[in-house]
Every structure is written in structure tokens, then in C-alpha cells.
């Protein structure tokens, strides 16, 4: 079993910044792929970024790409996805995904793919 706990989430202004965590505890962290994903007001839940195990391969949605940033400090277990000039769609409940592979490099995009998640942390973006 792994345990995923985030933080970080909050209400911004659009234009601005926020930094999620993402801590894990009950498997080796270096084993995991690490996705984000998040679900708007009345939306499905949606993917938004994913790291390999190495953190050497990252992959993004097109929604966020070049303003999202998801990376991972294996030594404290945790993921991170680091958010710039946010907009009011980005506003949504974000949880983070975590599934074990042997397969370095990989990263998916597929919820089906991964086994655990967290409770996820709510982020507001006022316009």
C-alpha cells in the first residue's frame, strides 16, 4: 500500500503562483511513477502531468504545459507541481496518483493506470 497525503492548495489570484506537494509513505518511492490529475467544478477528473521514477522523463497536458512543472525529490518522498500563471480554469480539486513500475522512464497519462491516490487539495483561481 502507499500513502499519498498533498498540500499546498489555496486560493490565488489569476496570474499567480502555487506550489502542491505530494508526500508518500508505505512503498519505495523510487519504484513509483507519480502522476497529477485534477477535477473541476461539475468535470470529470482529468490528467495533468506525470514523472518517471528517475524524474528524467516528465509528460504534461496541453492545458498546462510551459506553465506546470512536476518534479520529485526521491530522499523526502515526495512530488511536487509547481503552478505559474494560473487561470481561472485551472481552478479544481488536484490529486496526486501513484503507481509501482519497472519500467525506468516510464510515464502515463491513463487514471486506469494507477493504483493509489490521494485525498486531493482544492485550488482556486479568482479572475
Known amino acids: 500500500q502507499v500513502q499519498l497525503v498533498e498540500s499546498g492548495g489555496g486560493l490565488v489570484q489569476a496570474g499567480g503562483s502555487l506550489t502542491l506537494s505530494c508526500a508518500a509513505s508505505?512503498?519505495?518511492?523510487?519504484?513509483?511513477?507519480l502522476g497529477w490529475f485534477r477535477q473541476a467544478p461539475g468535470k470529470d477528473r482529468v490528467f495533468v502531468a506525470a514523472?518517471?521514477?528517475?524524474?528524467?522523463?516528465?509528460n504534461y497536458a496541453d492545458s498546462v504545459e510551459g506553465r506546470f512543472t512536476i518534479s520529485r525529490d526521491n530522499a523526502k518522498e515526495t512530488v511536487y507541481l509547481q503552478m505559474n500563471s494560473l487561470k481561472a480554469e485551472d481552478t479544481a480539486v488536484y490529486y496526486c496518483?501513484?503507481?509501482?513500475?519497472?519500467?525506468?522512464?516510464?510515464?502515463?497519462?491513463?487514471?486506469?493506470?494507477?493504483?493509489?491516490w490521494g485525498q486531493g487539495t482544492h485550488v482556486t483561481v479568482s479572475s
Open positions: 496518483a501513484a503507481t509501482q513500475t519497472y519500467s525506468p522512464g516510464v510515464v502515463y497519462r491513463a487514471q486506469s493506470i494507477y493504483d493509489y
Open positions: 514523472i518517471s521514477t528517475s524524474g528524467g522523463n516528465t
Open positions: 508505505g512503498r519505495s518511492f523510487v519504484s513509483l511513477t
